[in-house]
């Protein structure tokens, strides 16, 4: 497996600001994932993080409002931008590829709420 | 597209009953499955897997089966503890090693 470290654990944010999760795992890894998981609900994918590239978006999900930046294989971040209520969320990190390319493996955890 | 269906829950049970939470999938192709467990306040843990027809996963206790023909990946337990509860989500691997989830069952042991 992987060790996964997420940064805010949890945030408390105003109405319009930004805020931007970081996700550092302790080794190369070629696939880095990122998902949103709304209160009392499952796990929806935001996209994927692309070493050297553009993040690739799923539908529903913009890169105006989440930038995505992946600087090297061990880093990633996830820019909520000018939030609403309806973004509070836990924002989660996976990576895939460690053991097998299909398992991932998943950070704690950024929890979110948008005032 | 793919998709999975996770028996509805909540689920509450008394120690050392048998579990079995359900989950069926949809999709193209043969994909992996997956259980993964989120205790209270934390991340998801991969809990077991299972890469094609007929493998069994198996870990801390908890076992499922990937039936092609029904298209099923039940998770049983036969003795649960007040430390099992959490939320249980079923997952498949679909093309481009993407996961899409099951809605997930949030399960409470009572002593």
């Known amino acids: 497996s992987a060790v996964i470290s997420q940064k805010p654990s949890r945030d408390i944010c105003q109405r319009g600001t930004s805020l931007t999760i970081q996700c550092q795992v302790d080794s190369q890894v070629t696939m880095m994932f990122w998902y949103r998981q709304q209160p009392g609900q499952s796990l929806t994918l935001i996209a994927t993080a692309n070493q050297g590239s553009e993040a690739t978006y799923e539908s529903g999900f913009v890169i105006d409002k989440f930038p995505i930046s992946r600087p090297n294989l061990t880093f990633s971040t996830l820019t909520v931008s000018n939030m609403s209520p309806e973004d509070s969320s836990i924002y989660l990190c996976?990576?895939?590829?460690?053991?097998?390319?299909?398992?991932?493996?998943f950070g704690a955890g950024t929890r979110l709420s948008v005032l | 597209g793919d998709s999975v269906t996770q028996m509805e829950g909540p689920v509450t049970l008394s120690e050392e009953a048998f579990l079995t939470i359900n989950c069926t999938y949809t999709?193209?192709?043969?994909?992996?499955l997956f259980w993964y467990v989120q205790y209270p306040g934390e991340g998801l843990q991969l809990l077991l897997k299972?890469?094609?027809?007929?493998d069994k996963g198996s870990n801390k206790g908890f076992e499922a089966t990937y039936r092609k023909e029904t298209t099923s990946f039940h998770l049983e337990k036969g003795s649960v503890q007040v430390s099992d509860s959490a939320v249980y989500f079923c997952a498949l691997s679909s093309r481009a090693q993407k996961l899409v989830f099951g809605q997930g069952t949030r399960l409470t042991i009572n002593p």
């Open positions: 999709a193209t192709g043969y994909p992996s």
């Open positions: 299972a890469t094609k027809a007929d």
């Open positions: 996976s990576v895939g590829g460690v053991e097998a390319k299909n398992i991932q493996y």
